[in-house]
Structure formats: C-alpha cells, structure tokens
C-alpha cells in the first residue's frame, strides 16, 4: 500500500480541477477528480480520500450539501474537507447566502480565484 496521500478535487471547472490536480501530483499526492457534487460522494464512497477539495457552487448538488453530507456521515466525518468558493463576491446573484458559508461544516475555506501556494500550505497543513 502506498503512502501517498489522496485527495479528491471536485469542480465543474476542467481547468481549475487539472491545474489543482497537476500542482498536488508535484508535490508527491496521488489526485482523484470529479466534476460535480452527485461524481464527488460516489467517488468519496468508492476511494475515501484523505482530503477533498470542494467547489461550493456547482451543477447537481453544490459543495455546501456534500460538505454537510460528508461531515455528518460518521464514517467519513474525519476526511478534511476544503470548500473554494467565490460565493462572497456572487451572493446577490446565486442562490448561496453568507449564512451558508458560516453553517457549513468544513475545515477550511479557500476564495476564489485559488492561490495554489496558499492552497497547498492548507494541504500540507492536514497531511499526518
């Protein structure tokens, strides 16, 4: 078995999940990806991450509602969840509220547009 963390990167954005994928794989994590929320339980499910980075608004079923799913499962409460969001700056034009954002239950929040650097410090913040 190898040592080599998993994270889970889930987005509905191609490029953002390949560029987030390609920087993790640089620094020794193996990266399994999916493009929405309903992709990213079966895939929590089928593989168990160590740590899931999560776009909050997507197609499907948004990252709020998987974060919350995932936290309240007590089989898979322990996984680090890192919600990215821009949700602050499109509030008055999405279905997402401030109090979303503070009811969620994740361990991090990251804005959007991602600095991977700052990203990969939360990363390697949580790695055992």
């Known amino acids: ?17 390949e560029a987030v994928s390609m920087k993790l794989a640089s620094d020794n994590y193996r990266v399994s990806k999916a493009y ?8 929590i499910k089928q593989e168990r991450p160590h740590l899931i980075i999560l776009d909050v608004m997507m197609p499907n079923k948004d990252g709020y509602a998987v974060c919350n799913e995932v936290k309240k499962d007590p ?8 919600l990215l969001t821009a949700v602050g700056d499109a509030v008055p034009s999405t279905k997402f509220t401030h109090m979303d954002g503070k009811t969620a239950l994740a361990d991090e929040f990251i804005p959007k547009p991602i600095d991977l650097d700052n990203l990969m410090e939360i990363v390697n913040y949580y790695r055992p």
């Open 1 to 17: 078995m190898t040592d080599k963390k998993l994270i889970l990167v889930v987005d509905d954005d191609p490029d953002l999940v």
């Open 75 to 82: 089989a898979y409460k322990d996984i680090t969840v890192v």
């Open 36 to 43: 929405d929320g309903i992709q990213a339980l079966d895939k």
